[in-house]
């Protein structure tokens, strides 16, 4: 069973690194990689999807799946022209070469054309009805053009667009509709590149040392000396993980003993497309030092430590804020301010975003109000990140529409590892009481 598996993982490689070599724009399918490399439609169909998964190839409709060129996460926030064809239900009318370009920016063509002309650069798009010139100008100024209202163009335009690779596409919905969902997901795509990964912090070329499962105590002592540190994955002949191994674990052990005998079993991993913050959380909550870094085969690719995630998640918190999270969004209401007594206290209104079906204000607002007062009022006594352990919340009246309220977090207790904090919202106007909470939290700061 064991031998079939290992079998089963080599094609899938081999596979992987064929579609690798391909050049871009190459068609792939399930029955011409099961003929060529002489393995089942079942284990090519799961190597192609793992492809896709990768960014290696793209299914396109009426095309079908193409070797494509594997995206940057630097170049996230860049939406191509075919993004944009699908986003709008577009049809390409010409260009279709150029559909795999980014595009830098859209400009809205509500303008006398030459006026127009000005805002135009190489890789924008243009939104416009109708206007053939226009269509050409921004052709030759080496963008692409979307044309709103259902509108076609004309003969020479198409032309022009087939020989630059622009594309020219017609979308049946109105130019503010267009540019509405062209914004919403350059903003998606922002929050998505602030989102740290594993595999960004991780070296490509990282050298993993890991202990076999019928290494011994000398052999761990070896590498002791050799890293300087005293944790290791434990891996099996085809460099799986089993086990991680630290110093603890080898209290009062026979010097040939070996790691299959002495190390901790199923340990917590993660993947490379793993945010970094869950994979603080993971370390915080399971109390581990050493992270292994799996691939899809669970195969180890890397490893990293509380050292690298504080690192990360510090290189996070002085890049600029590109793109509104929803917490952003309900918190960019509220002031810091200071009561009578010189606590802190955070004021705003209610909105209507944040109301229910009923007008009030939404059990999950004031959720998020009450952390993020706790956060930052924390903040003010120690730096670092808060992992949230638990929260027991009180709703105590309902909260109406446009109604201005106090947020008054107030500290019982900051550790080295844990912070108690106390939460309570009022009704600036009667001064009454709408909810309360009492949260426990753990810092992820700690060695």
Request: contains cysteine.
């Amino acid at each position: 069973m064991e031998h079939t598996a290992q079998e089963s993982a080599t094609k899938h490689e081999q596979i992987l690194k064929y579609i690798e070599s391909l050049k871009i724009g190459t068609k792939i399918s399930v029955r011409k990689i099961a003929e060529k490399l002489a393995v089942s439609e079942g284990t090519a169909y799961r190597a192609i999807k793992e492809a896709d998964n990768l960014g290696l190839v793209s299914t396109k409709e009426r095309v079908g799946t193409v070797r494509v060129e594997k995206k940057l996460r630097d170049n996230i926030d860049k939406l191509t022209f075919a993004e944009v064809v699908n986003m709008v239900d577009g049809e390409v009318l010409g260009g279709l070469g150029g559909l795999q370009k980014t595009l830098n920016k859209f400009v809205i063509g509500a303008m006398q054309q030459d006026a127009m002309m000005r805002y135009i650069d190489p890789g924008s798009l243009l939104i416009v009805g109708n206007r053939s010139k226009a269509h050409i100008c921004a052709l030759e100024q080496g963008a692409g053009v979307l044309i709103t209202g259902g509108f076609g163009t004309s003969e020479e335009v198409t032309k022009l667009a087939n020989q630059l690779e622009l594309p020219i596409i017609s979308s049946s919905y109105d130019t503010f509709t267009v540019a509405s969902m062209i914004n919403r997901a350059i903003y998606d795509r922002l929050i998505k590149k602030k989102i740290l990964l594993i595999e960004d912090i991780v070296p490509p070329s990282m050298e993993v040392i890991a202990l076999k499962s019928h290494h011994t105590l000398k052999d761990w002592q070896r590498l002791h000396e050799q890293a300087g540190h005293s944790r290791f994955p434990v891996v099996d002949e085809w460099n799986r993980v089993l086990g991680m191994i630290t110093s603890k674990d080898l209290i009062g052990a026979e010097p040939e003993q070996t790691m299959d005998k002495l190390m901790t079993r199923n340990p917590v991993t993660a993947t490379p497309n793993t945010s970094v913050a869950t994979a603080a959380h993971m370390m915080v909550w399971e109390g581990i030092d050493l992270l292994p870094i799996i691939d899809a085969n669970r195969k180890l690719m890397a490893v990293i430590s509380r050292k690298d995630v504080l690192k990360a998640m510090q290189h996070i918190q002085r890049q600029p804020q590109n793109g509104e999270t929803f917490e952003d969004l309900i918190w960019a209401g509220f002031a810091e301010e200071r009561n009578k007594e010189g606590q802190p206290v955070f004021r705003g209104a209610i909105t209507p975003q944040m109301t229910n079906q009923l007008g009030t204000v939404s059990e999950g607002v004031l959720t998020i109000l009450m952390t993020q007062a706790a956060y930052h009022v924390v903040q003010g006594i120690k730096k670092g990140d808060l992992v949230m352990d638990n929260m027991s919340s009180y709703f105590v009246k309902p909260v109406q529409i446009e109604s201005e309220i106090d947020i008054l977090p107030k500290i019982i207790e900051v550790s080295r590892k844990f912070g108690k904090i106390d939460v309570a919202i009022y009704h600036r106007n009667t001064n009454t009481l709408v909810a309360k909470a009492m949260l426990t939290a753990q810092f992820i700061d700690q060695a």
